[in-house]
Nanobody, 115 residues
Framework: QVQLVESGGGLVQAGGSLRLSCAAS????????MAWYRQAPGNQRDFIAI???????NFADSVKGRFTISRDNAKNTVYLQMNSLKPEDTAVYYC?????????WGQGTQVTVSS
């Protein structure tokens, strides 16, 4: 069982930045991959970014060049740095861990970007 706690969401103006954190209850070194998703009202939950245990990363086209994903193994934490934010980035952001062929989700953190 992996527990995930997201933090760092909030209200920001368009063009601004936020850094989201996802703290895991297990050593992220042993977790196969950790990813960020987001869900806007009335929409499905969409993939944003992923980082594997080997450090490989991948991003959705909508955030490439604006968002980065990183991790701190010592803190069991994965970060999503979001720059040049747009109103369409407004959503609840969720962290997901892939571990032992199972997936675990955090509770989400709200990001609101005003125009």
């Amino acid at each position: 069982q992996v527990q995930l706690v997201e933090s760092g969401g909030g209200l920001v103006q368009a063009g601004g930045s936020l850094r989201l954190s996802c703290a895991a209850s297990e050593s992220i070194f042993s977790i196969d991959a950790m990813a960020w998703y987001r869900q806007a009202p009335g929409n499905q939950r969409d993939f944003i970014a992923i980082i594997t245990s080997g450090g490989s990363t991948n991003f959705a086209d909508s955030v490439k060049g604006r968002f980065t994903i990183s991790r701190d193994n010592a803190k069991n934490t994965v970060y999503l740095q979001m720059n040049s934010l747009k109103p369409e980035d407004t959503a609840v952001y969720y962290c997901k861990a892939l571990y032992m062929a199972r997936q675990y989700w955090g509770q989400g953190t709200q990001v609101t970007v005003s125009s």
